[in-house]
């Protein structure tokens, strides 16, 4: 550091001492403005163990870079290393401001988990604390040691930090005083985590081990070697309560640093996943160079990691297995993800930021011109939904060559989908080899995670389904993905067989009564899907005659033909659609009962049903319940087969409320 640099920062120390505490680097107004948009979107889900990404930006940066994390509150990306100025981003990569430090260049930083403070260390020994709203230095402390690890405890109130010095010192954030030192270890300590509500430290070194620390009673816990063999070296290392990842880099030998037989050593580059005793639990080994870093989703449904091999990689962590590749021109050295899951933020070569959009693979689409709730059009009517979530599912041909050809199921599903999408639904559509057992429960998972109990979920199927019988006179009803393994109508089914191969109409069920939505809608264009029911066709929500008028379905004999009569809300029938959408719903149609169904030519007679009920038709307008699209299917149905097949439908849900639709 120079004689001129010294002196401007002297006033800093001296301010920082006395108080009246100032970054030098202070963002503009109009930059602070832009660094507090909060991060509202909900955490991303991993549908059928698949993401896809987006380059968003690139920047380059005018020193050597460490690392960089991102601010789960407002997603702002902060970045340091070679330079005393530790720099900050917003989320589109430009440049806020930075705040600088008295150390000569910043080995390691944190932010709090509510993402109003951070944390910076280095090569001199300085710990300081920042306030990311004002970007002010509030605390100072110092070590006399060059610090390369740092982390807040969970509610921001402790701070860990080690360095060259092999010891760990616990500090109270609010006064800045030293509250504990842990040693044990025998080399440099990089590597630190708060976990077990912050009554527990995870710590990593050169000395190769990985050591767990009661904090309260400062003594060590467990203590393993993270490496199989004393060649290996710990690079990164994630701790939570139950387990801890540890990127590492091996020799494949424990014999000594080369081969049994002569030849240069060989090197492995794991990632392993050790419970806190260092049982190992599963390892991931895809990289072909160094492991530099890992990032967890908040969620912890998927992990990046970056590499000397020039690539980011998704690891899907629910199914233990890898996601995707992503490319870089140049060594991966830091990774970061925000809160949601959505940004994915990298240090490339050392110089380049580079900040990906990331997404679920299946992402829902909504029509550009509809609304995520539906209001009716005299204005006295509050909002029916929050918002409404869909999954439409249509298979034609199946992996399976030996299952029938459908024609028209991915037809139906995509009509579906395109009308569910004009009233405002949020729609995930999987067809024929999408529509893998994987990828639909996980969009069920995904429609889970998001509903709430003011919005509406519906599930739409089209394709193969079964029905098995078990002993003692269990029959189960299934529909069947796209990997479907056994064959239909098999004489001497394995019930537990079908459980791995296929979907349970039952566990469809189990689904809709576990998720927080209020009005869940189930319908099934499939042979055998007429099991779902308890009964046959009942209407068990509608009792009163005042709610049947609302809405209903009229026949005319001359013409053999049946038509729905919606409801228009007025002020004497917004009280009876209001009791309705208060109570809980789970509405269940199917195309037949316990047996086979019509594909129909252009669409299924179900599907035709469905789709003409909905339409947009200017002789329509206004709102019709299930339970009335119900009872027009079911006629609509039977005249079209006359009579061999008759839809079924109830409502599983013991009150009496009812999933309700607006035409228009």
């Known amino acids: 550091m120079n004689f001129f ?50 380059l968003k930006n690139s920047i380059q940066s005018n020193f050597k870079l460490y690392g960089i994390k991102m601010n789960p509150q407002n997603n702002t990306v902060i970045a340091y290393g070679d330079s005393s100025t530790i720099a900050v981003y917003n989320s589109n990569l430009e440049y806020l401001g930075g705040v600088e430090s008295k150390n000569d260049e910043i080995k390691a930083i944190d932010i709090s988990s509510d993402g ?16 990311l709203d004002s970007y002010k230095l509030i605390k100072r402390m110092k070590n006399g040691s060059d610090t390369l690890a740092i982390a807040f405890s969970s509610d921001g109130k402790k701070l860990a930090t080690a360095g060259e010095n092999k010891v760990i010192e616990v500090w109270n954030v609010s006064v800045g005083e030293q509250i504990a030192q842990l040693e044990g270890h025998t080399d440099d300590v990089t590597q630190l985590s708060f976990i077990d509500n912050d009554r527990k430290i995870v710590s990593g070194s050169d000395d190769k081990k990985v050591k767990i620390w009661d904090v309260t009673k400062k003594k060590e816990l467990y203590s393993y070697l993270a490496p199989s063999n004393k060649y290996g070296d710990i690079k990164k290392i994630k701790s939570f309560d139950d387990y801890s990842v540890v990127a590492l880099t091996e020799v ?23 419970d806190n005793q260092g049982n190992m639990l599963y390892e991931f080994n895809e990289h072909r160079a160094p492991i530099t870093d890992i990032a967890v989703a908040p969620s912890r449904n998927y992990m990046a990691s970056t590499s000397e091999d020039k690539t980011v ?9 890898l996601i995707t590749n992503i490319v870089l021109k140049d060594k991966g050295e830091s990774v970061t993800i925000n809160k949601s899951g959505h940004i994915l933020a990298v240090v490339e070569g050392r110089k380049t930021i580079k900040l990906f959009n990331i997404a679920n693979a299946y992402a829902p689409q ?9 209001t009716a059009s005299t204005g006295s009517s509050p909002s029916l939904y929050r918002k409404q979530h869909a999954i439409v599912i249509g298979i034609n041909t199946y992996k399976k060559l030996s299952l029938p050809r459908l024609k028209n199921a991915v ?45 509406s979920t519906l599930f739409y199927f089209a394709g193969h389904g079964d029905g098995v019988s078990g002993h003692h006179g269990v029959r189960e009803g299934y529909i069947l993905p796209y990997e479907f393994n056994s064959e239909l109508n098999n004489p001497n089914p394995d019930v537990m067989y079908y459980d791995k191969s296929a979907i349970s109409i039952s566990s469809l069920i189990m689904y809709a009564r576990d998720t927080k939505a209020k009005h869940i809608g189930i319908i099934l264009d499939s042979c055998f899907s007429g099991l779902a029911m308890e009964s046959k066709y009942a209407k068990k929500s509608l009792s009163s005659s005042d709610v049947k008028s609302i809405d209903q379905v009229t026949y005319d004999a001359p013409t053999r033909s049946v038509r729905i009569k919606p409801a228009t809300v007025n002020n004497s029938s917004t009280n009876l659609y209001q009791d309705l959408l208060n109570k809980k ?24 049903g469905l789709l003409t009920a909905l339409s947009t038709n200017s002789n329509q307008s206004g709102y019709i319940r299930f339970t009335t699209l119900a009872e027009y299917i079911k006629r609509y149905v039977e005249e079209k087969t006359n009579n061999k097949q008759i839809p079924q439908y109830k409502n599983d849900s013991l009150e009496k409320g009812d999933f309700i639709f607006k035409v228009n």
Request: glycine content about 6%; some cysteine.
């Open 5 to 54: 640099t010294t002196k401007l920062l002297l006033p800093l120390v001296l301010l920082a001492l006395t108080g009246c505490q100032n970054s030098n680097l202070t963002p503009s107004k109009k930059a602070l403005s832009s660094s507090k948009e909060i991060e509202k979107r909900s955490p991303l889900v991993v549908v059928g163990g698949e993401l896809k990404y987006d």
């Open 366 to 374: 909504t029509s550009t011109n509809s609304t995520p709730s539906t």
């Open 411 to 455: 037809q139906d599903a995509r009509s579906v989908a395109k009308t569910l999408r004009k009233k405002g639904f949020s729609v995930i559509e999987l067809y024929n080899d999408n529509a893998t057992k994987d990828r639909i429960l996980d969009a069920l998972k995904e429609v889970k995670q998001h509903a709430i109990s003011k919005d």
């Open 116 to 131: 109003k403070y951070l944390a910076s260390t280095g090569d001199d020994g300085h710990i300081e604390i920042w306030d």
């Open 252 to 274: 494949e030998t424990a014999t000594g640093n080369r081969r049994n037989r002569n030849g240069p050593p060989v090197w492995k580059y794991t990632m392993k996943f050790k």
């Open 585 to 608: 719903s789970i509405n269940i149609l199917t195309a037949g009962k316990d047996q086979p169904v019509s594909d129909g030519s252009n669409h299924s007679p179900f599907t035709q």
């Open 313 to 321: 990689r998704l690891w899907d962590l629910e199914k233990k297995k």
